[in-house]
């Protein structure tokens, strides 16, 4: 059946009740005391109180039974190949997994796993335009992949990042990875990239996986990417005293990554806190990998930056929500009117010792997830790989 474009679509209207308690992702202000959202064609329109909100003309009603709303999650850091397969550890559904932990966005640090992958400048920029134009129109459950993130290689000139620009790729795979790996050629790259609107990582520290290699402050600091990619080591962290300088000297993005360093992701937590610069820091797994794929890998971090770093559950959340949206150029990530309507409902596991969502992530436990949405749409309702939630919020449909 073709749809009439003369017949103006309906509205959806999606209202969510009885939120007890609403993490924002936004550091400014972590946590809001509306109790109810109005989303209005997968985009939120209004954030209040019950009785301030019209929900006039609902198609979808939500009763989240008093669990908590935050911003769908956002890994930072990925590395996909081809569809919802990872032939790092030869597993099919990785992505699917993943929005079962709570992530409703990937960002790719470069789909470097892509067996044969390409070193010709011809061949990575197909590579890298085919791999962003295949995640955009291929979405797991919903999940939106940024993808199509090519590594750089000797020999490109200015105009290849024109080109790539002009041809849809937004980011840059890890600096590094590539036969690049010196600072001066990353950062003229790196510079062409920013000239076009292209954004950049660069990998910090010790090799990943035999053929990668070492990349240490000085190259970081020298490059000038966007984003440290994994300033923890993926997995081998450079040593503490680079770290340190790394969050003083520079003021680009710190990641943190779950297939990292754990100390060292401390060390950087540590820093980011006393230099009043949280805004900076993001979460990313690093997945697939060596470790294997993490569909929990975010709330892991969550749950150890809180419970291990001392910081509140709830600030937590805007390293993997508002702060990675920030940085990264997103709609998602923060539960305010204008953005995308895409949540994840939490709440305390069952038998957990905290007595409420936040303690329970402060000692360390990871929350249960009740429900996915992914622009106003529900796109899983209990978790499949959480420990189950406590209480489960449920599609009431009209009021
Ligand atoms: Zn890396």
Same mark, same amino acid.
């Given at each position: 059946?073709?749809?009439?474009?003369?017949?103006?679509?309906? /509205?959806?209207?999606?209202?969510?009740?009885?939120?007890?308690?609403?993490?924002?992702? /936004?550091?400014?202000?972590?946590?809001?005391?509306?109790?109810?959202?109005?989303?209005?064609? $997968?985009?939120?329109?209004?954030?209040?109180?019950?009785?301030? *909100?019209?929900?006039?003309?609902?198609?979808?009603?939500?009763?989240?039974?008093?669990?908590?709303?935050?911003?769908?999650?956002?890994?930072?850091?990925?590395?996909?190949?081809?569809?919802?397969?990872?032939?790092?550890?030869?597993?099919?559904?990785?992505?699917?997994?993943?929005?079962?932990?709570?992530?409703?966005?990937?960002?790719?640090?470069?789909?470097? #796993?892509?067996?044969?992958?390409?070193?010709? *400048?011809?061949?990575?920029?197909? @590579?890298? *335009? !085919?791999?962003?134009?295949? !995640?955009?129109?291929?979405?797991?459950?919903?999940?939106?992949?940024?993808?199509?993130?090519?590594?750089?290689? #000797?020999?490109?000139?200015?105009?290849? !990042?024109?080109?790539?620009? =002009?041809? +849809?790729?937004?980011?840059?795979?890890?600096?590094?990875?590539?036969?690049?790996?010196?600072?001066?050629?990353?950062?003229? @790259?790196?510079?062409? =990239?920013?000239?076009?609107?292209?954004?950049?990582?660069?990998?910090?520290? +010790?090799?990943?996986?035999?053929?990668?290699?070492?990349?240490?402050?000085? *190259?970081?600091?020298?490059?000038?990417?966007?984003?440290?990619?994994?300033?923890?080591?993926?997995?081998? =962290?450079?040593?503490?005293?680079? %770290?340190?300088?790394?969050?003083?000297?520079?003021?680009?993005?710190?990641?943190?990554?779950?297939?990292?360093?754990?100390?060292?992701?401390?060390?950087?937590?540590?820093?980011?806190?006393?230099?009043?610069?949280?805004?900076?820091?993001?979460?990313?797994? /690093?997945?697939?990998?060596?470790?294997?794929?993490?569909?929990?890998?975010?709330?892991? @971090?969550?749950?150890?930056?809180?419970?291990?770093?001392?910081?509140?559950?709830?600030?937590?959340?805007?390293?993997?929500? $508002?702060?990675?949206?920030? %940085?990264?150029?997103?709609?998602?990530?923060?539960?305010?009117?204008?953005?995308?309507?895409? !949540?994840?409902?939490?709440?305390?596991?069952? #038998?957990?010792?905290?007595?409420?969502?936040?303690?329970?992530?402060?000692?360390?436990?990871? &929350?249960?997830?009740?429900?996915? @949405?992914?622009? +106003? %749409?529900?796109?899983?309702?209990?978790?499949?790989?959480? &420990? &189950?939630?406590?209480?489960?919020?449920?599609?009431?449909?009209?009021?």
């Amino acid at each position: 059946m073709s749809a009439d474009p003369e017949k103006p679509k309906s /509205d959806t209207r999606v209202v969510i009740r009885n939120i007890g308690l609403l993490l924002t992702g /936004d550091l400014k202000s972590p946590i809001n005391d509306a109790d109810t959202v109005l989303a209005v064609n $997968g985009k939120i329109r209004a954030v209040g109180k019950e009785k301030d *909100i019209d929900a006039e003309g609902a198609t979808t009603v939500i009763d989240a039974k008093g669990t908590a709303l935050a911003p769908g999650l956002i890994d930072s850091h990925v590395h996909p190949v081809a569809g919802d397969w990872t032939p790092r550890q030869n597993q099919i559904g990785w992505i699917d997994s993943y929005l079962h932990g709570g992530v409703t966005t990937m960002i790719s640090a470069g789909e470097v #796993h892509t067996p044969g992958r390409p070193r010709d *400048i011809v061949g990575l920029k197909a @590579m890298a *335009i !085919f791999a962003q134009r295949a !995640f955009s129109a291929f979405r797991p459950g919903g999940i939106k992949i940024h993808a199509g993130a090519p590594v750089i290689e #000797h020999g490109m000139v200015e105009e290849d !990042f024109k080109d790539l620009a =002009a041809a +849809g790729v937004t980011m840059l795979g890890e600096v590094g990875l590539g036969s690049v790996k010196d600072g001066r050629t990353a950062r003229e @790259m790196v510079g062409w =990239a920013r000239k076009y609107g292209i954004q950049s990582t660069i990998h910090t520290g +010790g090799p990943s996986i035999p053929g990668s290699s070492l990349i240490d402050k000085d *190259i970081v600091l020298a490059a000038d990417a966007d984003v440290i990619g994994h300033i923890n080591g993926g997995h081998t =962290a450079l040593p503490d005293d680079q %770290i340190v300088c790394l969050c003083e000297t520079s003021s680009r993005a710190l990641e943190i990554v779950h297939n990292g360093n754990e100390r060292a992701g401390l060390l950087t937590l540590r820093m980011a806190k006393e230099l009043g610069c949280l805004d900076r820091v993001i979460l990313g797994t /690093d997945s697939p990998a060596g470790s294997g794929v993490q569909p929990l890998g975010i709330l892991r @971090m969550i749950a150890l930056l809180s419970s291990l770093g001392d910081l509140p559950a709830e600030v937590a959340v805007c390293l993997a929500t $508002g702060n990675t949206a920030r %940085i990264r150029a997103l709609d998602c990530g923060i539960v305010e009117a204008g953005r995308d309507a895409t !949540f994840v409902f939490l709440d305390r596991a069952q #038998h957990s010792a905290g007595k409420t969502v936040l303690e329970s992530i402060q000692l360390g436990d990871l &929350p249960g997830i009740g429900m996915v @949405m992914i622009d +106003g %749409i529900v796109s899983t309702q209990r978790s499949r790989n959480t &420990p &189950p939630a406590t209480r489960v919020p449920e599609v009431v449909g009209l009021p």
